[in-house]
């Protein structure tokens, strides 16, 4: 009842004394309790948080609200009430660095005279850092803007105009992937950021794969030649100019302009719409102006333009959500005033959020590959002589999970003071799995390799076995499941032909260039590109006629011939009927595309427009596009 229900949630303490029976105890001990109610609960937890997984175990029960005092600003109501010509501190730190810029010269005139100097002083001090942060493409960001809410990009840019202004000499700065994100216009701009700390003294190490900012190294050394256990390895180093020329290198025919991603040949202007189109019609919001566009259907459409321009509000947050809402039957965002997409029953955002929230999800799980080896694995003799179902093999709640870490392959460490340390399991070294689960094996083709670690496991020895395997050992024929889960995509899909349904999953992952991952890796550490990749794993053979698929920056962190196989995989979706939106900056996926929306010409008020569209040719012949300017470079070349 509703006050059975308020009991629950608000209800006073009561302390009781109960008789409780203890596991594995047939006797009951007497204990006196306290019965909070669910509120109470919650507060007493989040007083004694000590660390973030604390705090994660708490979160799911609060709700975080702009504060009713000062309205999200930050500031009491005394700091508000002081103002510079009619504008006060929060409404100055809530413009976006462009419009900063614009209002500081207005600032001296509105003061006494005697105070102009001073005001001179502090503003030519703002003036450096403001050009920096728009060199680098941040001219959108405002000053208000929470640090938590920017990306890896984002964030990274910030931290290097910081540098830059504390004029360091002697610091080995370590980027990490600093153009992910980046316009190739904004891109010279990363680049005179690098020459300033360069010039400084200091050093510099990068790593990218972005072509223009290769192309401006000192020194390159390339890792490789492949992913995963097919990396590893330098296989080339040198200048620029050495790296073009030494035959093992992969990125050599790129940098030197002998290589292009070339993948597939855009359908041409007069047979654009023959599929049909969705049309998309919005009004003003945030700083994008009202819109009226064009998506051909069972194409390729890439919407680009520099940072801030309104690629995301455009796609987003008004072709997705509108179409999402009007497929519903709901109403439709405020700013949408029409939308129509005739065929189109479903929509699938594809983007780089991690999979997963715990270890619990793996590659194997999230693919469907676990599920069919659980089944094929409770069909052998072995399991059905031991009463052994699918289920027994789960190492989340089976029988044959391990019974110290649950199946989580890692237990946690509370160390006194610091936050909890997560280790491998020491009993099943982060196999998830206990030692019966070895003992069922199946037949696999070709000979297998063990690390020493699974070999240990199947002889039933410890860590610290009784003798040392070295860097050799010896091929089996048979694994167990653990072991499988051990193996990378490529080696079982070597390894199991005989199983129809597993291989097809199998070659799914290898097509997507995910050949490397192994079956066990938790999905949570995958990266962004990695995480894209794998949800598209479920898509791939199913008829998409109906089927709108988004994809926001999928190149992030790709290699040159990673994006060939990006390329490669969506053109199997419009194979298949679909069609395709991206939101991208590589030029390698731009001059793919068979349509092209331009957003822009600038970031933040000085975008919000679709400057052209049509094909990466009559965009590139656009004079008003920034992103024609490159694109029509990337098509000479």
């Known amino acids: 009842t509703p006050e059975e229900k308020d009991i629950v949630l608000h209800g006073p303490m009561e302390k009781k004394h109960i008789l409780y029976v203890p596991k594995n105890k047939s006797h009951a001990a007497e204990l006196d309790f306290t019965y909070y109610s669910a509120v109470n609960t919650v507060k007493n937890a989040l007083a004694k948080v000590k660390d973030e997984k604390g705090m994660a175990r708490v979160a799911k029960f609060l709700t975080e609200d702009v504060c009713p005092s000062c309205h999200g600003t930050r500031l009491s109501e005394k700091a508000r009430s002081s103002t510079i010509n009619g504008q006060n501190l929060a409404q100055v730190t809530a413009l976006s660095l462009d419009d900063l810029r614009d209002w500081i010269p207005t600032v001296a005139p509105w003061l006494p005279a005697d105070m102009r100097p001073m005001c001179d002083q502090i503003t030519t001090e703002m003036a450096e850092p403001i050009q920096r942060l728009e060199q680098l493409?941040?001219?959108?960001?405002?000053?208000?803007?929470?640090?938590?809410?920017?990306?890896?990009?984002?964030?990274?840019?910030?931290?290097?105009?910081?540098?830059?202004?504390?004029?360091?000499?002697?610091?080995?700065?370590?980027?990490?992937?600093?153009?992910?994100?980046?316009?190739?216009a904004n891109i010279e701009g990363l680049l005179g950021v690098m020459d300033d700390l360069l010039s400084d003294g200091n050093s510099v190490v990068m790593v990218d794969h972005d072509v223009a900012v290769l192309r401006h190294a000192n020194h390159l050394i390339e890792i490789g030649p492949g992913s995963g256990a097919d990396g590893g390895r330098v296989i080339a180093q040198g200048s620029v100019t050495q790296v073009e020329s030494n035959p093992a290198s992969r990125i050599g025919p790129f940098l030197a302009g002998t290589a292009k991603v070339r993948v597939r040949t855009p359908v041409a202007a007069d047979h654009l719409f023959d599929e049909g189109a969705l049309r998309l019609e919005t009004g003003a919001i945030h700083t994008v102006q009202p819109l009226e566009v064009r998506i051909p259907k069972g194409r390729l459409t890439v919407v680009t333009g520099v940072s801030g321009s309104g690629k995301t509000t455009l796609v987003l947050e008004s072709l997705v959500l509108g179409l999402k809402a009007a497929l519903a039957g709901?109403?439709?965002?405020?700013?949408?005033?029409?939308?129509?997409?005739?065929?189109?029953?479903?929509?699938?955002?594809?983007?780089?959020?991690?999979?997963?929230?715990?270890?619990?999800?793996t590659v194997g799980t999230y693919s469907g590959v676990l599920d069919e080896l659980r089944r094929e694995f409770a069909r052998l003799p072995?399991?059905?002589?031991?009463?052994?179902?699918?289920?027994?093999?789960?190492?989340?709640?089976?029988?044959?999970?391990?019974?110290t870490c649950d199946g989580t392959g890692q237990i946690s460490l509370d160390v006194q003071f610091l936050p909890d340390v997560d280790i491998p399991c020491p009993d099943c070294h982060g196999s998830r799995y206990g030692k019966d689960a070895y003992a069922i094996q199946m037949s696999v083709e070709g000979d297998v390799q063990l690390t020493p670690g699974e070999e240990l496991q199947r002889d039933g020895e410890t860590a610290q076995g009784s003798h040392d395997h070295g860097s050799d050992f010896a091929p089996v024929h048979t694994l167990s499941l653990p072991e499988m889960l051990s193996l990378t995509v490529d080696q079982a899909l070597a390894a199991l032909p005989h199983l129809k349904k597993v291989h097809s999953k199998l070659q799914t992952l290898h097509n997507l260039g995910l050949g490397y991952l192994t079956l066990g890796e938790a999905t949570p550490a995958l990266s962004g590109g990695e995480a894209q990749r794998l949800k598209l794993a479920s898509e791939m053979r199913r008829d998409q006629e109906d089927t709108l698929f988004v994809f926001d920056e999928p190149t992030i962190g790709?290699?040159?011939?990673?994006?060939?196989?990006?390329?490669?995989?969506l053109q199997k979706l419009i194979e298949h009927g679909a069609t395709v939106v991206v939101i991208e900056h590589d030029l390698d996926m731009i001059a793919n595309a068979d349509y092209l929306i331009d957003m822009g010409p600038g970031g933040g008020e000085q975008g919000g427009t679709v400057v052209c569209e049509g094909t990466p040719a009559q965009v590139a012949a656009c004079p008003e596009s920034i992103t024609g300017k490159y694109l029509a470079q990337e098509l000479a070349n």
């Open 137 to 184: 493409g941040l001219g959108y960001l405002t000053l208000d803007r929470a640090s938590e809410t920017l990306s890896n990009g984002e964030r990274q840019r910030v931290q290097l105009t910081r540098a830059v202004r504390s004029r360091t000499t002697g610091v080995l700065y370590v980027l990490d992937e600093p153009s992910i994100g980046l316009h190739p």
């Open 382 to 403: 072995e399991a059905k002589a031991a009463g052994l179902k699918a289920g027994a093999f789960s190492y989340n709640t089976g029988s044959l999970r391990c019974p």
């Open 330 to 361: 709901r109403t439709l965002p405020g700013h949408v005033r029409d939308i129509d997409a005739p065929g189109i029953n479903r929509v699938d955002l594809v983007d780089a959020t991690p999979i997963g929230v715990n270890v619990r999800s």
């Open 558 to 569: 790709l290699h040159p011939l990673d994006v060939e196989t990006l390329i490669e995989v």
